[in-house]
């Protein structure tokens, strides 16, 4: 049994209009999409600015309201609010934000901040609670000195190894990492993502990892998913995503993703153009009357594509060979 698993979710929001203020339309954030994420490992989710993906994230944590679907969590369905009291859940899944300045209370020191999910879900005594703040600071590579200082004193970096300290605090089962190191330099985003990394093998941690950089994912994540203007559109392992593209917006990501062989300057930016091109000329394609994605198919045992129709028909038929 997988740790999480998503089936159908929809998240949409209501647009109203009139003098009734009735409802007319409806935003569909995040429109029935359904992946696993598996005990330990770390699942990526990838796509540009407004495609649905951390409104994913804020659904899995509890902090969106779901339309309809359902997210299991050892098999129980927690998109009720009874069902996540009865298990525990808020102490189970923890999040870390994009913004770390403002997920941070400007009038807390570090301390209080971190030491606030242990007061939550934990009866300690004052001398524990400060030995687990300190080693908590000791693992995201802080100094004593940081307990009694505020967010303002610190870099970004720094505050947002303190996210993370508050993250593990209660020993999460799975960390919902929006962005972690989007706002980062590249220096510090690489000593981030190590101490997210070390802190998983440290505590066994699962990780959905919310990114638009493929980059940064292929460095985190074993297992993909794509997402598209509130849908999936290529689900795989990390090999399948990287190596074996088949959805034209996944190559677009792809070829976007810049390249330090300067030896070759020319030859990537060539590829990129190419790229964009068929993106432009074919992107009509891979998407219905409305825009949206086409349902996924199976294309091997873990690789997952949203194919136009005829393709997808192929692949079909192949199943049913087989």
Do not use: W
């Amino acid at each position: 049994m997988s740790l999480i698993e998503i089936n159908n979710l929809k998240v949409h929001y209501p647009i109203r209009s009139g003098f009734f203020n009735r409802v007319t339309d409806s935003v569909k954030a995040v429109d029935g999409i359904s992946f696993n994420i598996e005990k330990g490992q770390t699942y990526g989710l990838v796509g540009e600015s407004g495609s649905g993906k951390s409104t994913t994230g804020k659904s899995v944590v509890g902090l969106e309201k779901v339309t309809s679907g359902s997210i299991l969590y050892n098999g129980v369905d927690i998109t009720s609010e009874k069902n996540r009291k009865k298990l525990n859940y808020n102490h189970d899944v923890q999040m870390i934000f994009q913004d770390s300045l403002s997920s941070l209370n400007p009038r807390k020191r570090i301390e209080d901040i971190i030491a606030e999910p242990l007061r939550n879900f934990e009866h300690l005594s004052k001398n524990e609670e400060k030995m687990r703040v300190l080693r908590l600071l000791d693992i995201v590579g802080l100094s004593v000195d940081a307990l009694y200082q505020y967010p303002h004193q610190f870099s970004g970096g720094q505050r947002q190894r303190i996210g993370i300290a508050r993250a593990v605090a209660t020993n999460p089962k799975l960390i919902v990492a929006d962005e972690p190191v989007s706002a980062l330099d590249l220096s510090v985003q690489a000593q981030v993502l190590n101490f997210m990394k070390k802190i998983q093998r440290e505590f066994g941690i699962t990780y959905l990892f919310i990114s638009h950089d493929l980059g940064v994912v292929r460095h985190m994540c074993n297992n993909i998913a794509i997402m598209n203007k509130g849908r999936l559109v290529e689900v795989g392992s990390r090999d399948d995503i990287y190596n074996h593209p088949l959805h034209i917006y996944t190559k677009r990501l792809l070829a976007a993703i810049p390249q330090i062989d300067v030896d070759h300057r020319e030859e990537h930016r060539e590829k990129r153009l190419q790229i964009e091109k068929i993106y432009q000329e074919q992107s009509s394609k891979y998407y219905d009357q409305n825009g949206l994605a086409y349902p996924l198919v199976k294309v091997s045992s873990m690789h997952s594509v949203a194919l136009p129709p005829q393709e997808a028909k192929k692949y079909s038929e192949k199943e049913v060979e087989v």
